[in-house]
C-alpha cells in the first residue's frame, strides 16, 4: 500500500534560515508526489509537483527515488512560509491521492 | 468561478443524527473527492468519484455514504453521527478521472462536531 511519512509534526527556524520539510514514501512503483500547504484561514494549494520540476515562492523539492524521499527545501525561510505542509503521492494506475501527517512550519522573525 | 463550495462551513450535531455536507464545484471536473482532517492525521480520503455515477471507497469510509449524481454535486452523508466523527471535511475536485494525478482544487471545509 502507498504510505508517506512526514516524521516531524513541528518544525521551526528563524527568518533567513534554510528550512527543509522531509518526506518519505512506501511505494515501489513510479508515484507522483506533491506538496500541498495550508496558510492560516486559507484552502488547501497545491505547492508544487515533482513533475513538473519547477521552484514555487522559492520552494524546490526533488524526488530520490533511490532513498524514496521527496523532501520540500527553500534556502532563506520568510514569516510568510508560516503553515501546514502536506506531502502526497498517487501511483499511476490508482485514482487515490494519500496524503502524509503534515508539518506545521514556524517561521519566528 | 466560485470553484469549490462547501455547506455547511460549521455543524454541531448530536450522536446518533444523520446529515449531509454539501459539496459542489463550476469547474466541470471529473474527479471529487472528501477527506477528513484530524489533527496528528493529516488527510485521508473517504470517499472519491471519478464522475457522474461513480464512486469508490477510500482510507476510512465507514460511516459515510456518497452519490454522485451529476458532475457539479458531491454530497456526503453521514448515517448516524458518532464522536469519532467530530473533524474538518474537506471537499476537492481535480480536472480528468485520473484526477489523483493533477492539482486538487479544495473547498473551504465544513467543521463537524459530534456531542
Known amino acids: 500500500a502507498q504510505r508517506v511519512t512526514q516524521p516531524e509534526k513541528l518544525l521551526s527556524v528563524f527568518k533567513g534560515a534554510p528550512v527543509e520539510l522531509k518526506c518519505n514514501y512506501s511505494?515501489?512503483?513510479?508515484?507522483?508526489l506533491f506538496w500541498y500547504v495550508q496558510y492560516s484561514r486559507q484552502r488547501l494549494q497545491l505547492l508544487l509537483r515533482?513533475?513538473s520540476r519547477e521552484s514555487i515562492k522559492g520552494f524546490t523539492a526533488d524526488l530520490n527515488k533511490g532513498e524514496t524521499s521527496f523532501h520540500l527545501k527553500k534556502p532563506f525561510a520568510q514569516e510568510e512560509d508560516s503553515a501546514m505542509y502536506y506531502c502526497?503521492?498517487?501511483?499511476?494506475?490508482?485514482?487515490?491521492?494519500?496524503f502524509g501527517k503534515g508539518t506545521k512550519l514556524t517561521v519566528n522573525p | 468561478n466560485a470553484g469549490v463550495t462547501q455547506t455547511p462551513k460549521f455543524q454541531v450535531l448530536k450522536t446518533g443524527q444523520s446529515m449531509t455536507l454539501q459539496c459542489a464545484q463550476d469547474?466541470?471536473?471529473?474527479?471529487m473527492s472528501w477527506y477528513r482532517q484530524d489533527p496528528g492525521m493529516g488527510l485521508r480520503l473517504i470517499h472519491y468519484?471519478?464522475?457522474?455515477?461513480?464512486?469508490d471507497q477510500g482510507e476510512v469510509p465507514n460511516g459515510y455514504n456518497v452519490s454522485r449524481s451529476t458532475t457539479e454535486d458531491f454530497p456526503l452523508r453521514l448515517l448516524s453521527a458518532a464522536p469519532s466523527q467530530t473533524s474538518v471535511y474537506f471537499c476537492?475536485?481535480?480536472?480528468?478521472?485520473?484526477?489523483?494525478?493533477?492539482?486538487?482544487?479544495f473547498g473551504p471545509g465544513t467543521r463537524l462536531t459530534v456531542t
Open positions: 502526497a503521492l498517487t501511483q499511476g494506475g490508482s485514482e487515490k491521492l494519500v
Open positions: 476537492a475536485s481535480s480536472y480528468g478521472t485520473r484526477g489523483a494525478k493533477y492539482e486538487q482544487y
Open positions: 515533482h513533475i
Open positions: 511505494y515501489s512503483g513510479s508515484p507522483e
Open positions: 468519484s471519478v464522475g457522474a455515477g461513480i464512486t
Open positions: 469547474m466541470n471536473h471529473e474527479y
